[in-house]
Each structure stands twice: as C-alpha cells, then as structure tokens.
C-alpha cells in the first residue's frame, strides 16, 4: 500500500498532476455523495491567497463551489459526471486565474469528472515566468492531471 495524502481538510485549488511519485493523492468530493477517489501523482496548490489587509481569502474555489452548490447541481456532486456547459463554465474559471495556457478540461473525461474531481489536460508549464511558476518540468505534455477544491458537502 502506498503512502496517502488525504486532502479532506485542505483549503482552495489545486491540481493533482498525475506521475508516478509512490504518493497517492485522495480527496473527499462529490458534494454531498462524499466521495473519496484517488490518483497517484503529486499535488501542487493553484492561485489561493489571503489578504492580510481585508482578511479575505481568494481562490477559483469560491466559483467553483457556487457552481456547484447552485441550481444546476445543487449539491449533489455532479457524480453522474459532468456536461460541456460545465467544462465550459471551469475552462472560464482557470482562465480568469490565468491557468487556461497551462491546464483545461479534459473533455474526453467529463463522465468520469464530478464536483472537486475534474480530470484536466496539463498543456505546459503553469507558467512562462519558472520564477513565479508553481509547478514546472513535469513534461513531456500534455499530461493528464485531476483539478480539486474542497468539497461543498
């Protein structure tokens, strides 16, 4: 059995680039169907902040969540999978955080995607600035990652 991050508690955005690391990577998701999938691979936080002046938090989270937890879905996790109006909706998000170069929906995968549990493309580095990149030289790409928040449940 391989070791386990258990990413229940975890705060904000992130994706799971999947590689063989001998970690296994888990997280509760589904909204409230509570489901706990898992992928070998490495984890790496995306665009989460907390403003010491405001004292507020930002991340594609909050979005990600009310998309979720709002008419369409209403919580339910979306465990029958995803639509194309909802790979739509997460492509804008990671494009307005400035991800959309580096990762997208993985539309092949959208049946088996759900709340918190979005299986993406890795297309290049996060970033053309390896200074300010939170995760680079993970090639060749594309590669297949899991995009996960924490879940709305």
């Known amino acids: ?4 991050l258990r990413l229940y508690d975890a705060i904000g955005t ?8 001998g970690v296994m990577v ?4 589904g909204g409230t169907s509570c489901i706990q999938p898992q992928v070998e691979g490495v984890y790496i936080p995306l665009r989460n902040d907390y403003g010491l002046k405001d004292f507020q938090f930002s991340s594609p989270e909050l979005e990600l969540t009310q998309h979720f937890v709002g008419p369409k879905h209403r919580g339910a996790g979306a465990t029958s999978g995803l639509d194309a109006g909802d ?8 494009s307005r955080s400035g991800l959309s170069e580096a990762i997208s929906v993985d539309r092949r995968q959208l049946s088996h995607s ?9 297309k290049a580095d996060e970033s053309n600035d390896e200074d300010l990149a939170m995760f680079t030289g993970f090639g ?9 928040w924490a879940n709305s449940d």
């Open 114 to 122: 759900h709340e918190a549990w979005v299986h993406v493309v890795i």
């Open 14 to 21: 992130g994706v799971i680039l999947t590689c063989t690391s």
């Open 26 to 29: 888990s997280n509760q998701t």
């Open 1 to 4: 059995m391989k070791p386990t």
């Open 140 to 148: 060749p790409y594309p590669r297949h990652g899991i995009l996960t």
């Open 87 to 94: 790979a739509d909706f997460i492509d804008d998000v990671l």
